[in-house]
């Protein structure tokens, strides 16, 4: 894809580099300016190529929706025909219906508002829990949601003798199972979930489910963690069961400050994310998921280059 440019942010400069060098085109980064007042001032190349890959995970996403705006609209003054939004991280997908009266569908509404000014959006692990597939929301333009679960799998398959001996992968929650799923089919070590009851944003219980841990390395396996309580219910009662060792691997590490800590004192030992998320944690890199995904986009100039 040496006709493209990938266009990125200073705060996601790492994955930046990978991704660049996966796909081999040229990397520049957008110059970003916050006033004393909140507003925003973007400073893009001067010249842009036809083909524009921009590269800027969600996680926090208030502020980077309204640079999208700004930025979508001056790479097509700048030259850009082709613009195609690579967001590791999608935000605003857990509202997929009104709950309650009056509520804001903001799934709909933010992909829609992405829709209006990239050609193609390409996500990892994003909530579709009532969406067949991301084109779904995307009326006219190409969405493509890839999974890492398998990618979690097999870097843990890897660092097998780090994760112990009689390894056992164990969803937080139903939910989980199909990360478990996937990572249990690239790793070959078993996998179950939890079922899980919510009452709040921090308080949740877990029953796991009939399975033995008696001195098992148990794995906890998830999409997403922020305050991470769901994980720490699930390690607390993985010990209670007699758990050898808890860990966890996730795909997007949005763990608030005092979460970490938290999570050690529930005892969990080691926790491994990939760098969808830019965090501490992160062990599992995703540039060749997402390359491998972009150069299989079913765009006009991207088909003639396969």
Known sequence: MTDTLLLAFDDESALAHSLAAALGCALRFVAEHHFPDGETKLTLPAELPPRVVVLRGLHR??????????????????????LVLVAPYMAYMRQDI?????EAISQRIVTNFLAERFDALVTIDPH???????DDLMPARRGVALTAAPLLGAWLAAHAAEVGGRPILVG????ASQWVRGAAAASGWPGVWCTKIRRGDRDVSVDLPAVDLRGRAVVLIDDLASTGHTLMQAA???????AGTVDAAIVHALFTDDAPAQLRDAGIRHVWSTDAVVHASNAVPVAPL???????????SMRAER
């Open 61 to 82: 996403p208030n502020h980077k929706l309204v640079a999208l705006m700004l930025l979508s609209d001056t790479a097509r003054s700048l030259g850009a025909r082709e």
């Open 98 to 102: 009104a709950f309650g009266p009056g």
């Open 128 to 134: 579709l829990h009532r969406v067949a597939t991301l």
């Open 172 to 175: 937080p929650d139903e939910e």
């Open 236 to 242: 607390r009662a993985a010990h209670a069961a007699g």
């Open 290 to 300: 997402l390359a491998q995904a972009l150069r299989g986009l079913a765009l006009p």
